[in-house]
């Protein structure tokens, strides 16, 4: 079956610092999305992306937060100015349509923050 | 806007007990409802979802949920609980008008007891 892969799956960063999580999302999914749960929290959703622009995006996802398909295979999430409350799990989700029934969700890069 | 609330944080039953996780929802439009589990260290994996038609949806590994629009509620159940069920369980909704946004729950974690 696809799936949809994230890397790294631990990261570990010193505050202020920038990070990228990394997401190869299913072959001939078009529709993005990246989604956080803090520990102990629910999963929020941060922003979907299609057709190489931010189609919604949450509060949460504030300008210390980008997206970008840099080529036709990864989908990635920056985080300028890394902050201890940005620890978290980040999923990374596809789809083929606009759609939630058909997202697939990647296994996860957990964040740390210290 | 949607929301979802999951009663219960923790649930326990025996191996071979009913399983049944509760869900409730508000959405100002008709949903999308789903069940995601998470084990543990692992990504989101979809359960089952209901998006129109049969009210009475199944999923994997035994697992069943029935969409009540009257009392706003996605139930799942599995008739007899097994030891590999012990993971956490999300359910979402999505507006069927509203792409692929999922609005979480709080999750309740199922422990099996032997």
Known sequence: ?114 | AQSVTQLGSHVSVSEGALVLLRCNYSSSVPPYLFWYVQYPNQGLQLLLKYTTGATLVKGINGFEAEFKKSETSFHLTKPSAHMSDAAEYFCAVSAYNAGNMLTFGGGTRLMVKP
């Open chain 1, 1 to 114: 079956e696809p799936e949809v892969t994230q890397t790294p799956s631990h990261q570990v960063t010193q505050m202020g610092q920038e990070v990228i999580l990394r997401c190869v999302p299913i072959s001939n999914h078009l529709y993005f999305y990246w989604y956080r749960q803090i520990l102990g929290q629910k999963v929020e959703f941060l922003v979907s992306f299609y057709n190489n622009e931010i189609s919604e995006k949450s509060e949460i996802f504030d300008d210390q937060f980008s997206v970008e398909r840099p080529d036709g295979s990864n989908f990635t999430l920056k985080i300028r100015s890394t902050k201890l409350e940005d620890s978290a799990m980040y999923f990374c989700a596809s789809s083929d349509d606009r759609g939630a029934p058909r997202a697939f969700f990647g296994q996860g890069t957990r964040l740390t923050v210290v």
